[in-house]
């Protein structure tokens, strides 16, 4: 079957290469989606390729499309514009109809205009817009399903692809559309309480060609629409060589059994200022100095205060972001679709070899997206394709509370992870301290230990494995060693030489 290319290059891997010749097509949508601005792309990238494309037009002036055209930086020459409004003159009272009714003699004269042109050019593409003008002159439902049977009769023969747009405001009439057409793209726009709209389309029905179901978010700026495909971990499988990412903290590496391996995700899972971020970039740090390209996309925090904070404890990323081997990248989550997030990701791991992603984090993916179903849906393909691309993921979700029992998860994500780090805030002589778990690690073996991690004076330490309290997980410990070292061990983290016996 012979295709015709879209000019949107997301739209025709959805489709399985494009459009198929000699059909007809029904592009639904409410006002404002962009249906003409994709006919406009479907018809110059036939211009592109040398063929002759047709733009009928029964609502917009030849003015407004080319303003349209200007917006996103086009040119439409090479373009026929075939436009159909009535002009000033049929305005006037002495041109209405008296003795015929009008929908009779408008809608034959309106048919008769199209064909004539389309015999002139004889076009390999032609786009209608819209057909809501071509149900009023119609009047009645049935002799407008005659029309566009007849439209679609016509064209069978001359083996040129018709894209007819709907903007839906006959509701009745959607399913009688959607029979006739040999495809229907779908495109809506869903309301959210802030941000921008979430744009998604769906192609309801393309007959005889196989196509990727499911909602697919697409975004129109300027130069038109990107779609973004949804992503299908089980079409990218690779085999890759596994290693370790080691974090350059001994003691860190030898509670992950030697660090974290290629090909999985670690979830870092603590109460917020715990120290989730500051390892997450010590990884990112540790896997460009040996030469992989990593990624790190913050939800939360603000770039600059990132780069000044990871220089206070001896990484300098801001080195390696000019070196091109770390990308930074500030996520608005009102401003992002999820679809589109992904995609991004992506692009960076089939065009840019991406080795290490990190995601900070999934509290801010989450308000991108409508609900938190569909987040771990969408979650667990882009962890599998990632997976199976070789390329090790990090990812740190924000608790709820600080210190004991109440400490909550807003979204469930831990199943999904290959490895769970544990951070926790506990009270011991007087002071706040940290502490790391390791609590699952599917790649291998791990300690099971609990450990002191310590960001002080410029270095980030994970000390020697808490034997001398039970319950550090809860925040409230109870002391089973003597008091002496306990306070030698909290004079030391605070920097006093003052003797250990004459402390309070």
């Not at 408008?106 to 003008?133: G, H, I, K, Y």
């Not at 791990?446 to 550090?472: A, C, K, W, Y």
């Amino acid at each position: 079957m012979e295709r015709f290319a879209t000019g949107i290059a997301g739209l025709d891997d959805i489709l399985g290469g494009g459009l198929a010749r000699n059909h007809l097509y029904l592009v639904e949508g409410d006002p404002g989606t962009g249906k003409t601005t994709i006919a406009m792309q479907f018809l110059m990238e036939g211009v592109r390729l040398g063929q002759k494309g047709l733009y009928v037009t029964l609502s917009e002036s030849r003015a407004e499309l080319l303003e349209i055209a200007d917006s996103h930086g086009w040119s439409l020459d090479g373009l026929q514009i075939f436009e159909l409004a009535p002009d000033e003159a049929q305005l006037k009272p002495e041109a209405q109809y008296t003795v015929f009714n009008p929908s009779e003699i408008e809608m034959s004269d309106t048919t008769n205009a199209v064909m004539a042109e389309v015999e002139r050019m004889q076009p390999a593409r032609v786009v209608f817009d819209s057909l809501s003008e071509l149900r009023l002159l119609a009047r009645d439902s049935l002799r407008y399903r005659r029309q566009i049977l007849g439209l679609k009769q016509y064209f069978s023969g001359r083996k040129c692809t018709v894209l007819l747009l709907d903007d839906r405001t006959g509701e009745s009439h959607n399913q009688q559309l959607q029979s006739i057409a040999h495809g229907v793209i779908l495109i809506e726009s869903a309301e959210r309480e802030y941000g921008i709209k979430r744009r998604r389309l769906e192609i309801k029905k393309l007959r005889g060609s196989k196509f990727r179901e499911g909602f697919h978010d697409y975004c129109i700026k300027r130069g038109g629409v990107e779609v973004y495909p949804r992503l299908v971990a089980a079409e990218h499988l690779v085999t890759f060589q596994p290693t370790q990412l080691e974090s350059s903290i001994p003691a860190l590496d030898t509670l992950l059994g030697g660090g974290i391996d290629s090909g999985t995700s670690t979830l870092l899972l603590g109460p917020a200022g715990c120290g989730k971020s500051t390892v997450a970039v010590r990884y990112a740090v540790s896997a460009v100095e040996r030469g992989d390209r990593a990624a790190l996309f913050t939800f939360d925090e603000v770039l600059a205060t990132l780069v000044i904070r990871a220089k206070g404890l001896g990484m300098d990323i801001k080195e390696h972001v000019d070196s091109g081997k770390l990308l930074l990248r500030q996520v608005d989550a009102a401003e992002l679709s999820p679809g589109q997030f992904v995609h991004e990701i992506r692009q960076l791991v089939e065009k840019h070899d991406l080795k290490l992603l990190i995601i900070d984090s999934l509290n801010g993916f989450l308000n991108a997206m409508p609900g938190e179903h569909f987040l771990a849906m969408q979650l667990h393909e882009l962890l599998a394709f990632l997976s199976q691309k070789g390329v090790t993921t990090i990812m740190t979700v924000s608790q709820v509370g600080f210190v004991g029992t109440n400490i909550d998860t807003p979204i469930d994500v831990s199943y999904l992870a290959d490895t769970v780090l544990l951070f926790r805030y506990f009270e011991a002589a007087g002071e706040v301290r940290q502490a790391l778990s390791v609590i699952k690690k599917r790649s291998g073996e791990h300690e099971r230990t609990i450990r002191e991690l310590v960001m002080r004076n410029g270095v980030i330490t994970v000390g020697g494995v808490l034997t001398e309290f039970d319950g550090v997980l809860t925040g409230s410990p109870t002391f089973r060693g003597r008091m002496e070292s306990l306070q030698r061990s909290s004079l030391e983290r605070s920097g006093s030489r003052a003797d250990p016996q004459t402390a309070p």
